[in-house]
């Protein structure tokens, strides 16, 4: 065990929660919830999408208020009403989603926080970044920054306020393989301090890897507690999921014709903070599938874009649909090629919020050559639509009131499934997924990734673009990398490790002459 | 401190008592303003709803003044579901009405109700070019709909104001701005004698019943309102932006047109100097105040008309100005908006100050083990 879990000079509990318990209208997301974090703990959050860790982590923030319970700050009794006052107690937030302004310095930003001028903040900014190994240049513009350097900023601003408590919302789910090493450093040497962390992850292997212990939230409810480092990574799926962890199964298998290739794809972009595309090409095979891995940011938008048709291209041989070019189509059209797309963004492009999920299935099921039979003439077919969702939640269950619930009402994992099970069903020749399980729970990620599997022995050929490597590695014949607006060649996954694909994702990858063509 | 948060999920209940809520705080301002004018505001209110609507000749007035309402808040209700901003219906009607009187004083001695069909297809027609130029500059150049339709409803009024001073005016009207009485062939049927309603009114309920068929039935009406609610969600299933601009602004301005030539050929029976008292530009609150729903937007036009009728009488028996009825309508939407805000946040009661207890004795939560 971790020495730094016992400080010589205090045992008592830097923070208890003592029955907190939250009702929303129609969920509890926390019932009856309590546990305790020692001073230098590293305590992990672990549970599936509503499980309940983000609004126990934001009751303890001051954002939201517990309808009963109490907690126990060092000793003290305490009532937290806003982050500030949260801030003030010693408790500090680093969000999943940054808080940064991106036309601001470094400095400038922090300086919103701390009141103090950002001439002021400067050395200290390098000086907390040097100490903790998460070096930081105050005078840097955040847009011209990585997603990793930004939050590096985001937990540099928490350092400045001396926290006693750092909470950190699924902090890796954006960074290379590399950097979740020097983070975890970092967090270790606060923890040595005496600081506590409450630490929120899908991530088992990084919770066994980092964390003194466990509390495993299940519908809202403490199912049980660990010491990361005894359990496997199978026993602590299973006490998050409350059953035994079904698994995924890749089997080997032929790829057959060519059904979506890219030839020399390069995309000027209109945005300022875009990437350029510059010369991609790669092929995916009827039953195989292609993963491209990377960080967000290098281009994964504007590549997919383009293969939607969101993005029109001039050239349109840079795309071919069954050898045909098709580039230059409209998404309509590609579809009706029989190409099918999941989005990243689940809520507001993938699916209308307001829609029910019978109105979310038409979005795309209208195209005629999918012979959905939704429309005639014109005329919107209700029963023919609900009969379709009522399909889809059954078949991927799809946990939800019933195929009128609004779309908004419904977690992103359960979404994505309905997503998903949406353009599974609209047989597809070629599906293009982009972050299948993006904060997705692991017995969700686990159906989407089989169903995805299923469409390649069916012969789909299916493009995977994700930035969690091991899924990648899960799922797919073959991988290739996308950094900066570059794509690697795509090599067989017998034929790589994560490390090399880990290395090839800060773009050291040799890109001229070795495209093989298959 | 007090704040408002974000909900979860639109509040319904809100979404159909915000117009409600709008009305009473409307009621409540005016008590105020009434006071303020030195007048007995139980009485004014009066004078203002109740009377006009008590005889059968003030609902027919009310009808009357709906239609234009209606048929202009159907069409623009229909855009703004698709977040396509017209705001030039009064400049649609305009033209609707122009070109339905060019019809009836070209036709002057015809006979025969086809002259009638002709007005209103010229109208209709009319109103549809003239909101074409937003959309193929829109669709074209990429410029705002809501500036460029507003613009040309004021280019509107000076072909109108052209037309009546110059080559459609009444050689015989003593030089009034306006042109010849339309014959009876170019005038709208009434319904009912001794009431000025007309068949525009059976335009207009049509018009509603195609509306609500259009938006909750076809295609066409589901993809204007996945594009309103989240544009990356049609522009990812693929649905066309331009055809969603040109589809909303036809309808919009058709309607508009037809309810042009449904006051040139209803209660004005001639072409003047004005033909409409901001009907477009009313029909914008008319359907912001309907919910962007067929049959609220006909509702909402019956309480709009009200405050036109009200505002007349208010100006006749209370000697009020006439720019009472602008007030009132500025009133409704102004709270309407503010009402709205409330469907998708709400207020967080205020809370306590920071106070940090006596330390209370340590407990240690049980702790279940792994099963």
Same mark, same amino acid.
């Given at each position: ?11 008592r ?14 969920? @509890? ?6 546990m ?20 126990l ?28 006052a ?38 200290r ?16 513009l ?15 601003? %928490? ?7 750092l ?12 950097a ?14 005496? %600081? ?8 088992l ?83 195989e ?12 938008q ?15 041989a ?11 189509l ?5 579809r ?12 507001g ?18 195209i005629?050559?999918?012979?959905s ?17 009522r ?8 946990? %939800? ?17 309905? @997503? ?18 993006w ?36 799922? %797919? ?7 900066s ?34 | 401190?007090?704040? =408002?948060?974000a ?19 409307m ?16 009485h004014?209110?009066?004078?203002? =709803?109740?009377e006009?609507?008590m ?13 234009? &309402? ?8 229909i ?5 396509? =901003? ?7 009607l ?19 109700? /086809?002259?009638?069909? &002709? ?6 027609a009319?109103?549809?070019? /003239?909101?074409a ?18 613009m ?42 001794? &009431? ?6 059976? =335009?207009?309920?049509?018009a509603?019943?195609?509306? /609500? ?32 601009? /040109?589809?909303?602004l ?65 100006q ?42 006596t ?13």
């Amino acid at each position: 065990m971790n020495p730094s879990i016992t400080p010589a000079h205090d045992t008592r509990p830097q923070l208890q929660l003592l029955g907190i318990s939250k009702r929303y209208p129609s969920v @509890i997301a926390n019932d009856n919830v309590t546990m305790s974090v020692m001073p230098g703990e590293i305590h992990a959050v672990l549970g599936e999408n509503g499980a309940g860790k983000s609004t126990l982590m934001k009751i303890i923030y001051g954002i939201i208020k517990p309808d009963a319970g109490e907690i126990v700050w060092q000793g003290r009794q305490v009532e937290i009403h806003s982050p500030a006052a949260a801030r003030k107690l010693g408790i500090g937030m680093v969000f999943q989603h940054f808080s940064l302004f991106e036309t601001l310095t470094v400095a400038q930003n922090i300086a919103l926080v701390m009141g103090q001028s950002p001439a002021q903040l400067a050395q200290r900014i390098r000086d907390v970044s040097e100490e903790y190994g998460l070096p930081v240049n105050p005078h840097r513009l955040v847009h011209s920054m990585s997603v990793g350097e930004r939050q590096r900023v985001e937990i540099v601003r %928490c350092l400045l306020q001396s926290p006693r408590l750092l909470i950190m919302d699924e902090p890796t789910s954006v960074l290379t393989p590399e950097a979740v090493l020097q983070l975890f450093d970092a967090l270790r040497k606060l923890a040595a301090q005496g %600081c506590s962390i409450l630490y929120i992850s899908h991530k088992l292997d990084e919770i066994q890897n980092l964390c003194d212990s466990a509390t495993v939230l299940r519908a809202g409810r403490i199912a049980g507690t660990a010491i990361p480092k005894q359990e496997s990574a199978r026993s602590l799926a299973e006490l998050m999921i409350g059953k035994e962890l079904p698994s995924c199964r890749l089997l080997p298998r032929t790829p057959g014709d060519t059904r979506l290739a890219l030839r020399h794809l390069t995309l000027e972009t209109l945005d300022p903070f875009g990437t350029k595309l510059h010369d991609i090409s790669l092929d995916v095979r009827s039953g195989e599938i292609v993963g491209i891995a990377g960080i967000s940011g290098n281009g994964q938008q504007e590549l997919l874009k383009a293969l939607s048709g969101e993005i029109r291209l001039s050239d349109a041989a840079a795309v071919q649909l069954d050898h045909q070019n098709a580039g230059h189509l409209s998404p309509a059209q590609k579809r009706a090629a029989g190409l099918c797309f999941v989005p990243e963004e689940r809520l507001g492009r993938g699916a209308v919020p307001e829609l029910s999920l019978a109105e979310n299935a038409l979005l795309t099921a209208y195209i005629p050559a999918y012979g959905s039979g939704m429309l005639k003439h014109g005329l919107i077919q209700n029963n023919v639509m609900a009969n379709f969702a009522r399909e889809i939640i059954a078949r991927f269950q799809v946990k %939800c009131g019933d195929e009128q619930s609004i779309a908004s009402s419904l977690s992103g994992g359960n979404l994505q499934k309905f @997503i998903v099970g949406r353009e599974t069903m609209l047989a597809p020749r070629v599906m293009i997924v982009a972050q299948p399980t993006w904060g997705v729970d692991v017995g969700a990620a686990i159906l989407i990734r089989q169903a995805l599997i299923d469409l390649r022995d069916q012969g789909v050929a299916v493009l995977v673009i994700s930035e969690e490597l091991d899924e990648l590695f899960m799922m %797919c014949d073959r991988i290739a990398v996308l950094a900066s607006g570059q794509l690697s060649r795509a090599i067989p996954l017998a034929e790589t490790s994560i490390n090399q694909i880990g290395v090839w994702m800060s773009g050291d990858f040799n890109v001229s002459g070795e495209i093989d063509y298959v | 401190m007090s704040r =408002f948060e974000a909900r979860p999920i639109p509040s319904r209940r809100m979404m159909l008592g915000s117009p409600l809520i709008a009305a009473c705080a409307m009621l409540l301002t005016s008590t105020i303003l009434f006071y303020a004018l030195g007048q007995q505001p139980l009485h004014a209110f009066y004078v203002y =709803f109740i009377e006009p609507a008590m005889t059968t000749y003030g609902i027919g007035e009310l009808l009357l003044k709906a239609t234009p &309402l209606t048929l202009c808040g159907v069409g623009l209700a229909i855009g703004f579901r698709a977040n396509v =901003f017209n705001i030039g219906a009064d400049g649609q009607l305009t033209m609707g009405a122009i070109a339905g009187a060019c019809v009836a004083l070209y036709f002057q001695d015809a006979q025969g109700y /086809w002259v009638l069909g &002709l007005m209103l297809l010229a109208g209709i027609a009319a109103g549809m070019l /003239w909101a074409a130029i937003p959309a193929l500059l829109r669709t074209r150049f990429n410029t705002s709909e809501i500036l460029v339709s507003l613009m040309l409803v004021y280019v509107a009024y000076l072909i109108l104001s052209y037309l009546v001073h110059g080559p459609l005016r009444d050689p015989n009207g003593f030089n009034f701005p306006q042109s010849r009485m339309f014959n009876d062939h170019a005038i709208l049927p009434l319904l009912m004698d001794g &009431l000025r309603t007309n068949v525009a009114l059976l =335009f207009a309920l049509v018009a509603v019943a195609a509306a /609500w068929f259009f938006c909750s039935r076809t295609f066409a009406g589901y993809r204007m309102k996945v594009s309103g609610m989240a544009p990356a969600a049609a522009a990812y299933a693929g649905f066309s932006d331009n055809a969603n601009i /040109w589809l909303a602004l036809m309808i919009s301005g058709g309607l508009a047109g037809l309810a042009g030539v449904g006051e040139v050929a209803g209660p004005i029976g001639q072409l003047q100097a004005s033909v409409s008292p901001g009907y477009g530009f009313a029909a914008i609150i008319v359907a912001y105040v309907g919910r962007l729903q067929p049959i609220g937007v006909l509702l909402a036009s019956l309480l709009m008309s009200l405050l036109y009728i009200g505002g007349e009488s208010a100006q006749i028996e209370l000697q009020l100005p006439s720019a009472i009825t602008g007030l009132f309508q500025g009133l409704l939407l102004f709270y309407l908006l503010a009402a709205d805000f409330f469907i998708h946040y709400r207020l967080k009661p205020k809370f306590t100050n920071l106070t940090p207890l006596t330390p209370v004795a340590l407990v240690t939560p049980p702790m279940s083990p792994l099963p």
